[in-house]
Nanobody
Framework: QVQLVESGGGSVQPGGSLRLSCVTS????????VDWLRQAPGKQREFVAS???????NYADSVKGRFTISRDNAKNTVYLQMNSLNPEDTAVYYC?????????WGQGTQVTVSS
């Protein structure tokens, strides 16, 4: 069973920044794609960003230029640096790892952007 634990969420004012972390127990972590997704109240869960084993990244249009996904394979950790946050970024943020076609999820971390 692969476990993922997110951290780093919190409350921030518009224009502020947060860095989310996702630590996983997956062995051979460096081989797997990791995603960040989010779910706002009353909305469906949506893709935010992904990073491949080679370090290639992909972003939703809504966060492009503001968010940066990265990984530290030595620490089995993926990060999501979020800058220029706005109220529309308020959501529970989840990390997800694809291990040989099976998806594992973290429990989520709340991000609230308000003045």
């Amino acid at each position: 069973q692969v476990q993922l634990v997110e951290s780093g969420g919190g409350s921030v004012q518009p224009g502020g920044s947060l860095r989310l972390s996702c630590v996983t127990s997956a062995s051979a972590f460096s081989f797997f794609v990791v995603d960040w997704l989010r779910q706002a109240p009353g909305k469906q869960r949506e893709f935010v960003a992904s990073i491949t084993s080679a370090g290639n990244t992909n972003y939703a249009d809504s966060v492009k230029g503001r968010f940066t996904i990265s990984r530290d394979n030595a620490k089995n950790t993926v990060y999501l640096q979020m800058n220029s946050l706005n109220p529309e970024d308020t959501a529970v943020y989840y990390c997800r790892i694809n291990v040989r076609g099976v998806f594992y999820w973290g429990q989520g971390t709340q991000v609230t952007v308000s003045s």
